[in-house]
């Protein structure tokens, strides 16, 4: 693990959410060439600064069009959906939708291995691994980086999946799944408790899958 | 919460790794009482150096006695043992012995739900809360202090515990019950997700005690 890579990360999530008061206006810059390299990055810069300023739930792709003065067609035809914009700008490696259909689809019986399994594709990966690393230690050290989160996931991770569970208090069974995976990071990729960290993914699973097949079907 | 209180808890045992190498070396303070007030800080500081600099496991009461240049009896008489006097260096409220003999002491059937109802009372309580969170951050941020924690769970929490489980894989099965603790806090008191933040304890202790339960004895 490259421990300085994440505290890059951070520190750009950090400074993208401390620094919002002071972006100074920049209104007609003359040589630009539109849709250019230039404006993607303002795009982007101006997404990290929109949702850190608002939280995730309260950023609509028009306000951030407008900060970053483009139009919201360009901004679309670059970026999608609000979701995707948000994983882009903080270069977040999770796809929520893929996750929703990975681990709806299938018997119902399999649902908790498929979202570890889900897991462990993204973690064994150093590159995604330590972009999730770093977002989570953002989150875990900056309130307006937690709420951010907080509001991706409630909209756009634990809402979907609640949806599609039949069972009782949904919201609630996605967010016990959701802490068993971050404990999961914690403890193998963050702290990295040995035999824990050291431990096959094949030895793992089937303790983990138990869990997340309680809590979300359970 | 008050997030100003964990970033300043976090920034002071970060800071004791950071700033270890430029400690003066204070020998011989001429107007000091022995085992007054200062004794206890001075104390406490050079174990947060010694700490920081090689680990839990490689540190040992002696160094620490040397680094604050009292006499080892004395250091024994203010904090007992190397556990308590970590605790006491990072203000971590964890009683690892107390933790141990509440989840052992009991039948068998009852380990999970004592784990889970001993991690709320750790929680649930805002003081005690604060000085877990500000450790929790610090560790995953930090590499020198995640290594720190590491080495005291290893040795104090995780290996009791699992002296004590009459169970194949005891380390591995200690460390995912530790997951779940981990990833409880992260989501109900770090992202604070809704509904998992709010839900009253005695909803929460059914769903989460038959995993412990599972990894510890299952």
Same mark, same amino acid.
């Given at each position: ?5 994440d505290?890059d ?5 950090a400074e %993208?959410?401390q620094?919002q008061?002071a972006?100074?206006v920049t209104?007609?810059?003359p ?5 250019g390299?230039?404006?993607?990055q303002?795009?982007?810069?101006a997404?990290?600064t !929109?949702?850190?300023a608002?939280?995730? !739930?309260?950023?609509?792709?028009r %306000?951030?069009?407008?900060s ?6 360009l901004?679309?035809h ?10 882009? %700008? ?7 939708r893929e996750?929703t ?9 399999g649902v908790?291995?498929r979202?570890?399994r889900?897991?462990?594709g993204?973690?064994e990966?150093?590159?995604?691994? !330590?972009?999730?690393l770093?977002v989570l230690r953002?989150?875990?050290?900056n309130?307006?980086m937690?709420?951010?989160?907080r509001?991706?996931?409630?909209g756009e ?5 609640? &949806? ?6 949904p ?5 016990l ?13 963050v702290? &990295?408790?040995?035999?824990? %960290?050291?431990?096959?993914? !094949? ?5 983990l899958?138990?869990?997340?097949q ?5």
């Amino acid at each position: 693990m490259n421990a300085q890579g994440d505290a890059d990360g951070t520190r750009t999530v950090a400074e %993208a959410a401390q620094t919002q008061a002071a972006r100074p206006v920049t209104r007609g810059k003359p040589g630009r060439r539109p849709g250019g390299a230039d404006t993607r990055q303002d795009i982007l810069a101006a997404a990290r600064t !929109e949702f850190a300023a608002h939280g995730y !739930e309260n950023t609509s792709m028009r %306000a951030i069009a407008r900060s970053a003065e483009v139009n919201a067609a360009l901004l679309h035809h670059y970026f999608g959906t609000k979701d995707q914009l948000f994983l882009a %700008a903080l270069d977040f490696p999770l796809q929520p939708r893929e996750l929703t259909r990975r681990v709806i689809d299938g018997d119902r019986g399999g649902v908790g291995e498929r979202l570890v399994r889900f897991a462990f594709g993204l973690l064994e990966d150093a590159a995604s691994r !330590e972009r999730v690393l770093a977002v989570l230690r953002a989150a875990a050290t900056n309130e307006q980086m937690a709420r951010l989160l907080r509001g991706f996931m409630a909209g756009e991770v634990v809402g979907p999946i609640a &949806a599609a569970l039949d069972a009782p208090r949904p919201d609630l069974r996605a967010e016990l799944a959701m802490t068993q995976v971050v404990g999961l990071i914690m403890g193998r990729y963050v702290l &990295a408790v040995e035999p824990l %960290a050291s431990a096959p993914v !094949e030895e793992l699973v089937p303790l983990l899958a138990p869990t997340l097949q309680r809590y979300l079907v359970g």
